[in-house]
C-alpha cells in the first residue's frame, strides 16, 4: 500500500501518527481515504478540488507536477510539502 | 556492485580545461559520449563580446517616451494622499500613474511555477496604495518626453505620508509589540497546517520534526548550540531591471524586458493588469545576470499603464540605487542551531529555529532554508522551526539556492567546533556522516541516488588538501551545501534545414551558457556537431509554455524537451528514408553517426537526407514538451584558504577549490563557471556584503561604490573538482549546477578563519571590522 509521511504541523489529525499506509491509487483518492480516516485533513491540504497554492505533493522522492491527478503505486512514498522557488 | 567505500576514485585534470579544472573519475568509468563533455565555442558568444547582443535598455521605438518612478523616502508611513495634477501638467508628460491606475487585487494565491504569490501583495508592491514599506517603494510612475523631463514632473508629485515607526530585525519585529507591517497577514503553519487569526508580522512558520529529538540529545556524547545572524545581501546581478511596454489599441500588449522568465512576466502583468494572458507577449532581452532577481515584475505592469494612458510605447529603467532600494535582496536571518553526536563522531540529532526576513511582504525562502539545514547529513532524529518574518525592507526574492547559503553557515560551523572537540578529522567526519541514497531527511523525504559523499572523497584526494598551507594568519576550512534543483515545463521545436543543419527553438532565457547546453543535447542524440545547431530564446507567442530560467532547472529540463525533439526528428527521418527506399519505418536505423540504413544495405547521412524533406513530405520539424520531475538534487563541498591579516582583520582568500556533484557536465565549462561564479558570490557574501540600514530604515549604502561586490582583486582563480554520480532522472545524467556553489562558502571561510586566527565568526560578513573585533576580544 502507498505510505504517506503525515507533516508535523498535521499529526494533530492523525493522534501523532507519522506514517500512514492508504489504499489509494491516486493522490486524490489518497487524500480523500485520509480524510475518512482522519476527518479535516482534506480541508488542510485541498482548495476547490486542487492542491492548495503553494503545496506540492512528492512521490518516491520527486515533487509531482499532476497534484491530485498522480497515480501511486502499491509501495509508493507520498510526502506534502510547500513549493520550493529556486533562483 | 560494490559499496562507494569500497570503489576506486582518482582526481585528474577534466580534459580542454584549464590546469585548475578537474574531475573526479571512478576507476574503469569513462565519458561514452560525442558531444556531451565537450566544450564547444558558444552559439552567442560572438554576439556578446562584439557587443551586438540586445539588452532591455537597447530598445528604440517610434515614438519611445522615457518614464521615471517616485519611490517612498520613508521605511514605513500611511499614504494619506496622492496629487500628481503639477506633475501631469508639466509640459512633456505624456502620463502620470498610481496604484489608482491599477485594477484592485484581491488576496488569491498565484502559482508561479516554483513558488506562490499573493496577487494583492503583489500589486501593493509594485504601486504602494495604503501604506509604503521600504525606502524605496514604488509611489507613483510618469512617462515624458524625456527621463528629465519625467524626474523633474515627478519631483512634483505630491505625496503626504504619515510617517510610522520601522521594525528592521526578524526578532524585533516577531515581537507582540512591534509595529505590524500588513494588517491582513496571519501565521500560516506549514506545511498542511492551519492559519492563526490575529494581525502579525510572522506570515509563516515551518515545523518539521523526525524521531525522538529530546531523548537524542539527552544521550548524545556531545551537543553544540550555537547562534548565528546574517545581513540582508543583494544578489548584485550587473544589469539593472529595465522593461518597454507597446499597450496596442487592440488591447495587445509587448513587453521587452530582461528577465529570467518570459511566461513568468507574462503571467503577472496579465493578472495584475486583468487582461487574458494571450494578450500579453513577452519579448526577453539577453540578460545581465539574474540569480533568482529578476522573476518578480517591478517595472513591466507599470510601463504598461503608462502606454496604455499616453498611447504611446514607454521604457522605464532602474539605476543601481534604485535597484538597492526596492528590488529582492536575500534576506538577513537569525538562527539557532544544535547538533549532537555519539562518541564515535556520529549526529545523533539536530534542531534549529530560523528566522528569515520576508521584507515588506510574505515570501522569504525560509522553506527551503529548513528543508536543506540538516540536509548533508544523516541525521535520525530532528526538529527544525522557521519563521518568515515581514520587515521593513524590499521584498526579499530569491538568490541562488535560496535559504540554503544562511543554514550552512550554521550547520558546517557547527560541524567544525565538533570535529575539533572530538579530534576528528573534518572530511572523515564528513564522509562517515553524508547522506547516501536511501537516507531520509527531518522533512521525511527520502533521496535517490546522490552525490554527497563522493564531493567530500574527492576533497581528500585533492592537491590542495593535501598541500600544506605556507605561511602565518593562514587557515584551512571546508564546507559543504545542499540545493534540490527543479524540473518544470520546457519546450523545445527544431527544424531541420535543408544543409543539414538545424533550428532550434526555446523559451528559456539564457543566463548561463544554456544556448550551448540545450543545442548539445540535440546535437549528442542526433549525431551531428553542436555548432551544426542554431539556438534562438524565442517570446511567449512562438513557443509553448515555460518555466523560469532557474531552480537550476534549464539544462535538465529544456535539455529533456531538446531530446524528446531530437527524438522526434529521428522518427520522422526514419520515415523519410523509408520512403526513399520503398521500404517500412521500422526496417530503417537510426544509429549514433547520424546516418539512417535500410534492411538491404542502404545508407544516407543526416545532411544528404535534409536535402530531400521536400520531395519526400515537407519540412522536418521536431517537438519536445517536458514538465519534468526527476531532478535530483547537487549537494558541493568547498576548500577555502585564507590569510588573515592581524592588523586590519581584513581576510584574504588565497585558494579555493569548489568540489560539486553535477551528475554529468554538459558543456565542462559552463558547468565550471557556474561553480566558479557561485563561489565568487559566496566569497562576497561572506566577508563583504551588506545592506546598511540607519535606525530610521533607510538604506545608506545602495550603491556599488558603498555595497561592495567581489572584483578580481578579492579573488584567487577559483579551482573546480566536478563530480559526475549520474541522475537516473534524465538521459545523460544532468543535475542542476547553478545554486549550489553559493551555499559552502561563508562557512568554509569561516572555518578557514577559526583555523588562522583561533576566531569563531558567526554573523557575516566576516568584514573587517567584524573580524578585528573578535581577535581583539579573544586577545582580552
Known amino acids: 500500500m502507498p505510505r504517506v509521511h503525515i507533516p508535523a504541523p ?71 510539502l510547500a513549493a520550493i522557488g529556486g533562483g | 556492485m560494490a559499496s562507494v567505500e569500497e570503489r576506486q576514485f582518482r ?12 574531475r573526479l573519475v571512478e576507476e574503469g568509468r569513462l565519458p561514452e559520449y560525442a558531444v556531451v563533455g565537450t566544450r564547444p565555442i558558444r552559439h552567442d558568444g560572438t554576439d556578446k563580446v562584439t557587443g551586438r547582443a540586445r539588452y532591455g535598455a537597447d530598445i528604440k521605438l517610434s515614438g519611445l517616451l522615457q518614464g521615471y518612478v517616485l519611490r517612498s523616502p520613508h521605511a514605513h508611513a500611511r499614504i494619506v494622499s496622492i496629487d500628481t495634477s503639477k506633475a501631469a501638467a508639466v509640459p512633456g508628460v505624456h502620463a ?122 539527552a544521550a548524545a556524547e556531545l551537543v553544540v548550540e550555537r547562534e548565528f545572524t546574517t545581513e540582508t545581501v543583494h544578489q548584485g546581478y550587473i544589469e539593472p531591471h529595465t522593461a518597454t511596454a507597446l499597450w496596442s489599441p487592440d488591447g495587445k500588449i509587448t513587453i521587452w524586458t530582461s528577465t529570467q522568465g518570459s511566461f513568468m512576466i507574462r503571467m503577472q502583468v496579465a493578472e495584475l493588469l486583468n487582461v487574458p494572458s494571450s494578450k500579453v507577449k513577452v519579448v526577453p532581452m539577453e540578460i545581465g545576470g539574474g540569480f533568482g532577481g529578476k522573476i518578480a515584475v517591478y517595472l513591466q505592469p507599470v510601463a504598461a499603464v503608462l502606454s496604455r494612458m499616453s498611447g504611446r510605447p514607454v521604457k522605464l529603467n532602474m539605476d543601481r540605487s534604485n535597484v538597492f532600494d526596492a528590488t529582492g535582496p536575500t534576506p538577513g536571518s537569525y538562527m539557532k542551531v544544535k547538533i549532537g553526536v555519539d562518541a564515535d563522531g556520529m549526529i545523533t540529532a539536530g534542531e534549529a529555529e530560523l528566522l528569515f526576513e520576508a521584507g515588506a511582504f510574505p515570501g522569504s525562502p525560509i522553506n527551503p532554508g529548513c528543508m536543506c539545514v540538516f540536509a548533508c547529513y544523516d541525521v535520525p532524529n530532528g526538529r527544525i ?97 545542499f540545493w534540490f534543483n527543479f524540473g518544470g515545463n520546457s519546450v523545445v521545436a527544431a527544424t531541420v534545414n535543408e544543409d543539414g543543419t538545424v533550428s532550434l527553438i526555446e523559451g528559456s532565457t539564457d543566463i548561463g551558457g544554456t544556448r550551448a547546453s540545450i543545442s548539445m543535447q540535440l546535437a549528442e542524440i542526433l549525431g551531428i556537431a553542436a555548432e551544426d545547431v542554431t539556438p534562438t530564446v524565442v517570446d511567449t507567442d512562438s513557443i509553448g509554455y515555460t518555466d523560469v530560467t ?118 565542462p565549462s559552463y558547468v565550471e563557471g557556474q561553480m566558479q561564479g557561485g563561489a565568487a558570490q559566496g566569497i562576497g557574501w561572506a566577508i563583504n556584503e551588506e545592506y546598511y540600514y540607519g535606525d530610521d530604515g533607510r538604506l545608506h549604502n545602495a550603491s556599488f561604490l558603498d555595497y561592495r561586490i567581489p572584483t578580481c582583486y578579492d579573488l584567487p582563480d577559483i579551482e573546480t573538482i566536478i563530480v559526475e554520480v549520474p541522475n537516473p532522472g534524465h538521459p545523460f545524467g544532468v543535475r542542476g549546477v547553478g545554486e549550489v556553489p553559493i551555499v ?13 586566527t583561533g576566531a569563531r565568526l558567526r554573523s557575516l560578513p566576516m568584514s573587517p571590522p567584524k573580524v578585528l573585533h573578535e581577535l581583539l576580544a579573544a586577545d582580552q
Request: charged share 25%.
Open chain 2, 744 to 756: 559552502p562558502p561563508p562557512a568554509a571561510i569561516a572555518n578557514a578563519i577559526y583555523q588562522a
Open chain 2, 96 to 217: 502620470v500613474c498610481t496604484n489608482a491606475d491599477l485594477p484592485s487585487a484581491s488576496h488569491r494565491a498565484g502559482d508561479l511555477g516554483e513558488g506562490v504569490v499573493d496577487w494583492y501583495h503583489l500589486n501593493q508592491n509594485v504601486l504602494a496604495n495604503d501604506k509604503v514599506l521600504y525606502t524605496g517603494h514604488a509611489v507613483a510612475a510618469v512617462a515624458a518626453d524625456s527621463v528629465h523631463v519625467a524626474e523633474e514632473a515627478a519631483k512634483l508629485i505630491e505625496v503626504e505620508y504619515e510617517v510610522l515607526p520601522p521594525v528592521l530585525d526578524v526578532r524585533e519585529a516577531r515581537s507582540a509589540d512591534a509595529p505590524v507591517l500588513n494588517d491582513d497577514v496571519r501565521t500560516d503553519r506549514q506545511p498542511v497546517g492551519e492559519q492563526g487569526d490575529t494581525p502579525t508580522n510572522v506570515a509563516k512558520h515551518f515545523h518539521y520534526e523526525k524521531g525522538d529529538v529530546d531523548t537524542a540529545f
Open chain 2, 11 to 22: 582526481v585528474e585534470p577534466f580534459p580542454g580545461g584549464t590546469p585548475g579544472n578537474q
Open chain 2, 385 to 481: 522551526d522557521g519563521y518568515d518574518i515581514c520587515v521593513n525592507k524590499p521584498r526579499s526574492n530569491a538568490y541562488r539556492a535560496p535559504g540554503s547559503t544562511h543554514v550552512a553557515l550554521a550547520t558546517e560551523t557547527i560541524v567544525d567546533e565538533i570535529c575539533e572537540a572530538q579530534g576528528i578529522c573534518p572530511v572523515e567526519f564528513r564522509l562517515k556522516n553524508a547522506v547516501k541514497e536511501g537516507d531520509e531527511r527531518v522533512d521525511g523525504v527520502t533521496y535517490p541516488p546522490v552525490g554527497m559523499w563522493e564531493t567530500i572523497k574527492a576533497v581528500e584526494l585533492s592537491d590542495h588538501w593535501q598541500s600544506p598551507l605556507e605561511g602565518p594568519h593562514q587557515g584551512r576550512g571546508i564546507a559543504s551545501g
Open chain 1, 10 to 80: 498535521a499529526r494533530d489529525l492523525t493522534g501523532g501518527e507519522v506514517d500512514v499506509e492508504v489504499e489509494a491509487s491516486s493522490v486524490r483518492r489518497l487524500i480523500g481515504a485520509l480524510d475518512s480516516r482522519f476527518p479535516g485533513f482534506a480541508d488542510r491540504v485541498l482548495e476547490e478540488g486542487e492542491l492548495k497554492p503553494g503545496l506540492r505533493v512528492a512521490i518516491d522522492g520527486h515533487i509531482s507536477p499532476m497534484g491530485v491527478l498522480a497515480r501511486l503505486e502499491t509501495d509508493s512514498q507520498v510526502h506534502f
Open chain 2, 550 to 667: 532557474g531552480g537550476s532547472r534549464t539544462t535538465h529540463a529544456t535539455g529533456l524537451a531538446a531530446i524528446k525533439a531530437a527524438e522526434d526528428i529521428q522518427a520522422q527521418l526514419r520515415q523519410r528514408a523509408a520512403i526513399l527506399w520503398d521500404v517500412d519505418a521500422e526496417q530503417v536505423e537510426y544509429d549514433s553517426g547520424a546516418t539512417l540504413t535500410g534492411p538491404d544495405g542502404q545508407s544516407i547521412g543526416f545532411q544528404e537526407i535534409a536535402g530531400k524533406l521536400n520531395q519526400t513530405g515537407g519540412p522536418v520539424v521536431g517537438r519536445g514538451s517536458v514538465n519534468a520531475d526527476k531532478h535530483g538534487g547537487a549537494f558541493g563541498t568547498h576548500i577555502a584558504d585564507v590569510e588573515v591579516d592581524p592588523d586590519t582583520g581584513k581576510v584574504q582568500v588565497i585558494r579555493y577549490t569548489v568540489v560539486q556533484d553535477v551528475g554529468t557536465a554538459i558543456h
